[in-house]
């Protein structure tokens, strides 16, 4: 399985194509970004400084794609997220998974948002206010 | 040992890390008492705490070793 | 609700962020880019050639937006799809939602992705053989 | 009436379009009893094809009148 794990201190890079050495292979390539609101639990903010425990992330974020490579047919995941602050508007994470085919692949990269938010050592650490 | 601090908890005891000089291999209970010998302020934080210890989540029966880095991982918030 | 519809000759280009009217609100920019795979009902493939007939397929396309946009809270649909000769690895389709939350947005474009196939007139014309 | 064909049924007809000239709105039977006189090669397709009037999916009782776009649409296949 392709994969490839950043971490940014400034704005993400706009979203490559599919992985070159899936194509042809995969027919999906399922994107997420994730953004900065404008609220963050009720109060209005200026952005969110996050944090990253860079050498565990990967290693978590690793174990999960191959987790979820044992259960669907994932051929290809880049995931990335941003550190320090990011301001409202702007993206904290991007991440996409390759597939055969589109179910699949949204299954995947749906639950590798939801496996982030279980135990990969990245946090909202601050939220600044407007 | 090597001990690393995230997020509020950093910001809270004003750094982001600590060196622990450790004899022998630390059970989590020990490591605990050392920490909070070092810095009391951890106490409130205790539980929410998760401990990692080179790159892994410590299982329960872990020891630390003075080689170790230690890694005081609060609840994770990313995405 | 912000929409975007275009039909494109040639490559699709990159994928732009998410559109500037719905920055701050919306915390969630799903994305897929649907790529032709190198064989087709089993037979080896150059590519596919697609036709698209641009004023109804708009016209269906827009009443999918607005009924997916009555069911989630989506505020934002890009979609672009190529038209002619596709080859393989190549996208032939991209569609993006954006929503508050990620579970809508990902929702929102499954749906939409599973619309696009049932009255959207749109067609994999031929298969052109390697 | 502008009648226009997709896909293999533009390929197997060899034209992407007709015009056909209607005196008064047409049924649905009426329109395809023209449709074949005019191009015999639609009746294998016939039964896969919806027609479409000025870009929406016609329903059942629509007439067709001379001003009338007309699509043949076959099962669609994007993405």
New interface residues.
């Given amino acids: 399985m392709w994969q490839e794990i950043k971490f940014f201190d400034d704005a993400l890079p706009?979203?490559?194509?599919?992985p070159e050495p899936v194509?042809?292979?995969?027919?999906?390539?399922?994107?997420?970004?994730?953004?900065?609101?404008?609220a963050e639990n009720g109060a209005a903010i200026h952005g969110l400084r996050?944090?990253?425990?860079p050498?565990?992330?990967e290693?978590r974020l690793t174990a999960h794609f191959q987790e979820l490579a044992a259960r669907y047919p994932v051929q290809a995941v880049r995931f990335w997220?941003r550190t320090g602050l990011v301001k409202?508007?702007e993206?904290?994470?991007y991440a996409a998974i390759a597939s055969?085919h589109?179910?699949e692949?949204?299954a995947a990269?749906?639950e590798l948002?939801d496996r982030?938010?279980?135990?990969?050592?990245?946090?909202?650490?601050?939220a600044i206010p407007a | 040992m090597k001990i690393l601090y995230f997020a509020h908890v950093a910001k809270a005891l004003g750094r982001r890390e600590d060196d622990l000089e450790v004899a022998e291999p630390l059970t989590t209970d020990a490591l605990w008492e050392r920490l909070l010998a070092l810095r009391p302020a951890l106490a409130q934080y205790r539980a929410t705490l998760h401990l990692a210890r080179n790159n892994d989540y410590a299982r329960p029966g872990d020891t630390f070793a003075n080689s170790d880095i230690v890694a005081l991982l609060p609840p994770v918030s990313g995405g």
């Fill in positions: 706009p979203s490559p194509p599919l194509r042809g292979a995969c027919g999906a390539w399922a994107e997420f970004r994730g953004y900065v609101r404008a996050y944090e990253i425990y050498a565990m992330a290693k997220h409202v508007g993206a904290a994470v055969p589109r179910k692949a949204f990269l749906a948002m982030l938010k279980t135990d990969v050592p990245i946090w909202k650490a601050e």
